[in-house]
C-alpha cells in the first residue's frame, strides 16, 4: 500500500468512527421550582384547612346551612379541608380564586373563568369552567366569592430567581452526574464490515461492555485482536451532594420569605420552635384568613346586619393547648380584666348562657387596694 493510500484508508476510518454515538446524555432535569412552591403552599394549606369559619349574631355561634358548607360538606365532591386546601393553592399560585354557588348551594371552585372589569359597576365572570362543564351565564362580583392574593402572580414572580437558581442547580446536577463515571477510549484497527448493520453490530459490543463494567461488579470482557480499550481516569473536582442540598435549601428559603413562612420552621428546627410558629400564624396564616374573612362577610352578609353585629369570624387552629395558658388565663380571670366568657371564646370554647358567673368581673384580694387589705388585717385582728 502506498503512503496516499494509507492516508486516504485512515481518513475513511476516522469518518466512520465520528458515526459512532459514543457519548450520550444523563441528566435528569429536577423541577426545583416546583418543588419549592409545592412545599409553601402546601404547608400554608394544611394550617388553613384547620380553621373553623362561623357566622356570630349576638355573641352566639349560629350553625345553619353556611356553617355546614363552610365546615363540612362545600359540595358533594369535597369535603371542607380539601376544598380550603384547594381554595389556598389556586388562590397563591394562580394569584386569583373564584368560588360560586350552584342552584343546590353548593360552594365550587372555578378551574378557568374570564373577568371582565368595569370602573363604576359590579365586575362580572363568564365562560366559568369547573372541569369538563362551563357555565353559559354571566356571574356578578356580587354573587361570588372573588379572593386575589396580589398583584403578581406567584409563579411569574419566583422565574427571575429561578432563572439563577436553577442555572446554578444544573450545573451543579452535572458535576455530580460526573462523580465515578467510567470512562473510556475504543481503538479499532481495521474495519471489515462498514456497512451500517456492520456499525450498528461494533456499536452494540461497545454498549455491551460499558453496561457489564457499570452494572456488575465483576465483569469479564474478552480480548479481541483489533480491538482495544482503554479507561480513563476521572480527577476532575467533583461537588458533593451537600452542595445540592444548599442550593434548594436557598431557593426554598427564597419562597418562603416571599410568602411569610419562617425558614426554620420550614427546616423542622426544634429550638425556640414556639417563636417562629406565632411569625407564622401572625404574618402568614391570619392575613389569609383576613381575606377570606373579609370577603364572607361582604358578599354572605347583609350591610345591616353587620353593622348590627352579625359578622363571619374565623377560629384558626392553635399552636398551644388550654393547658399551656391556665397560669395567664387565671391571672386575667382574678385581676378583673376579663370575665369567663370572655376568655372561653379566646381559648376557641363556645359561651355558656346559662350561668350568669361567667359573665361576671370578678377580683381577688391579692388585686385589692393596699388599704382596703390593711383594714381587712385590722378587723381580723379585732375579731
Request: glycine fraction near 4%; charged fraction near 30%; charge should be negative.
Amino acid at each position: 500500500m502506498g503512503f496516499l493510500d494509507l492516508i486516504k484508508s485512515r481518513n475513511k476510518e476516522l469518518d466512520f468512527m465520528y458515526d459512532f454515538d459514543l457519548i450520550q446524555d444523563t441528566s435528569k432535569k429536577i423541577h426545583m421550582k416546583q418543588l419549592a412552591i409545592q412545599t409553601c403552599i402546601n404547608m400554608i394549606g394544611r394550617t388553613i384547612s384547620q380553621s373553623e369559619f362561623y357566622v356570630k349574631k349576638d355573641k352566639k355561634i349560629v350553625k345553619d346551612e353556611m356553617y355546614y358548607r363552610l365546615n363540612v360538606r362545600p359540595n358533594l365532591n369535597m369535603s371542607a379541608s380539601q376544598f380550603w386546601q384547594t381554595v389556598v393553592h389556586k388562590l397563591i399560585y394562580d394569584n386569583e380564586c373564584l368560588i360560586i354557588q350552584s342552584d343546590t348551594e353548593d360552594l365550587l371552585i372555578a378551574d378557568s373563568f374570564t373577568r371582565v372589569e368595569y370602573a363604576l359597576v359590579n365586575d362580572s365572570f363568564k365562560d366559568v369552567t369547573i372541569k369538563d362543564y362551563t357555565f353559559s351565564r354571566t356571574f356578578q362580583m356580587g354573587d361570588v366569592i372573588y379572593l386575589e392574593y396580589s398583584n403578581k402572580k406567584l409563579s411569574t414572580m419566583l422565574d427571575g430567581l429561578y432563572a439563577d437558581y436553577g442555572e446554578l442547580f444544573g450545573r451543579i446536577i452535572e458535576f455530580q452526574n460526573r462523580k465515578n463515571q467510567i470512562r473510556g477510549l475504543v481503538d479499532v484497527e481495521a474495519i471489515t464490515d462498514k456497512s451500517e448493520k456492520g456499525q450498528e453490530k461494533l456499536q452494540n459490543y461497545i454498549n455491551k461492555i460499558y453496561k457489564a463494567f457499570s452494572g456488575k461488579s465483576v465483569a469479564i470482557v474478552p480480548q479481541q485482536k483489533g480491538f482495544k480499550l482503554e479507561e480513563m481516569k476521572n480527577t476532575t473536582q467533583l461537588q458533593s451532594v451537600d452542595e445540592v442540598a444548599k442550593v434548594i435549601d436557598g431557593f426554598l428559603d427564597q419562597v418562603a420569605k416571599v410568602l411569610g413562612i419562617p425558614i426554620a420552621l420550614l427546616h423542622g428546627d426544634m429550638a425556640d420552635v414556639e417563636k417562629p410558629t406565632r411569625n407564622y400564624m401572625t404574618f402568614c396564616i391570619d392575613p389569609f384568613l383576613k381575606k377570606i374573612r373579609d370577603e364572607l362577610n361582604a358578599k354572605m352578609i347583609d350591610k345591616k346586619e353587620f353593622l348590627a353585629g352579625k359578622k363571619v369570624e374565623t377560629k384558626r387552629v392553635s399552636y398551644s393547648n388550654i393547658f399551656d395558658v391556665a397560669a395567664a388565663v387565671d391571672k386575667l380571670r382574678s385581676s378583673g380584666v376579663a370575665n369567663g366568657n370572655e376568655l372561653r371564646e379566646e381559648l376557641g370554647l363556645e359561651r355558656v348562657e346559662d350561668d350568669p358567673m361567667l359573665d361576671k368581673y370578678v377580683i381577688t384580694k391579692n388585686y385589692q387596694e393596699s388599704s382596703e387589705a390593711l383594714k381587712g388585717g385590722e378587723n381580723k385582728d379585732e375579731a
